[in-house]
């Protein structure tokens, strides 16, 4: 069969098997079988299909995924997460606090887990209630809390840069480092876009906040969790002293001691996070599984090489490329989900990047900007409904939609500065070699 008759027969058996409703995990493996089947017999091609898919579980890379997984559930389960919000909220006596608080305490947790849904979870299932008591604007609430969650995405440790280093075969360090800067910016961003809202609809963010101040005792036992579990992950993967899944295995048995010793978990918050873990490990570990037979089959067909060679001989520039590409994802991922959209489409499209001259490092922080944008858009954006099943009645989809779009704007304009400044992702880790 030629390249593009397996490229267009895989895709589209894919989109048919999803739209009648198939899980993504069985609908890749599904849709690979038959081309499979084309170059090994039935027998051959069940054994090959073991190896893949058992060949992710026993990934020695792969562990850090469950371990930050569990590690950011622990923090959910216990008040270590809901004290750094109270804390920024009430600990920082400036108007809109509850708002910049969110911001901040997103981008804290985003320091220690790599979900984004986790993370939307746990900071606005305090902050949401909060916010809308306090008086802040529905729209406003939602759509800080919607956004704030993607910082854990960008942020380091991410899963979702995790991903990317897997199926591109680039560093994990390098990549979580690049993450920094970017992600700073980011944070100064969105900070900028509640102070600009603030002038702008003044009477989204109430002028007084009966909140009562937190005593320096409680503060300090409310920041050192945080910063010490964030300090363990960043010192022992940038020094060098640890792999990122020796750092998240020695992370999360630290997240465990503090999280009883300090933050009030209970046994049955423990074994809760521990199947929340499982759940998400069981749902993403069939989905790693099939995304690399998809990839195996993609690659013995030389799709991805072929697909480069013709969208390079349009001899088109190397931004309209970019151009293409991150319109593509836009799109796409309004219909899919970030770790499916990792798996079905990065086989091919990092190739493209590479011939096309960019740096597979910084693609990989312009990549994840975009998957923040992909949760953020309806009709399959998580954060959003997220955001709205905490709302319990009192928030919209609608408003968390309409509370997005200035910080959509802000995701957006992160993507400017990095093709006009790539030195914003590459600095630090050049620094680093």
Known sequence: MEWYEVGLGLLGLLMLLIAIGLPIPFALAAASLPFLWQIQSFD?????????????????????????????????????GPNLYQFLHQGVRVRG????????????????CGSSMVGALTIGGVALPEMLRLGYGKRLSSGVLAAGGTLSVLIPPSLILL????????????????????GLILVTSFALVILV?????????????????????????????????????????????????????????????????????????????????????????????????????????????????????????????????????????????PVSMTFITLPTIYPLMAAAGFDLIWFGVVY???????????????????????????????????????FIAALVLLIVILILVPETALWLPDQMR
């Open 197 to 337: 809202w603030g002038i702008l609809r003044p009477g989204d963010i109430p002028d007084r906040e009966s909140a009562v101040k937190m005593g320096i005792v409680q503060i300090a036992a409310t920041v050192a969790p945080i910063a010490l579990i964030g300090l363990v992950i960043t010192v022992a993967i940038y020094a060098g002293i640890a792999t990122p899944t020796e750092a998240a295995a020695v992370a999360a048995l630290l997240t465990v001691i503090l999280a009883f010793g300090v933050g009030g978990l209970k046994w049955q918050g423990f074994t809760d996070a521990l199947f929340a873990t499982m759940r998400t490990m069981g749902y993403l570990g069939l989905l790693l599984s099939a995304g690399v037979l998809f990839g195996f089959v993609l690659t013995y067909y030389r799709v991805p090489h072929e697909f480069t060679q013709l969208f390079l001989s349009f001899e088109l520039s190397p931004y309209v490329v970019l151009a293409i590409v991150l319109v593509f994802y836009i799109v796409l991922g309004m219909f899919l989900e």
């Open 163 to 182: 991903f990317y280093g897997i199926v591109t075969d680039q560093s994990i360090g390098d990549l979580f480092i690049a993450g920094v800067i970017p």
């Open 368 to 406: 994840t900007i975009t998957m923040e944008i992909a949760v953020l858009t309806p009709p399959v954006g998580l954060n959003l409904y997220v955001i709205q099943g905490i709302g319990r009645g009192e928030v919209t989809i609608g408003d968390v939609i309409m509370g997005c779009l200035p």
């Open 44 to 80: 051959t091609s069940i054994v090959s299909a073991e190896l893949k898919l058992w060949g992710v579980w026993i990934d020695y890379i792969l562990l850090a995924v469950p371990l930050f997984v569990f590690l950011g559930e622990l923090i959910g389960k216990s008040n270590i």
């Open 97 to 112: 606090s509850a708002a910049y608080g969110s911001i901040g305490a997103c981008a804290g947790f985003g320091a220690v």
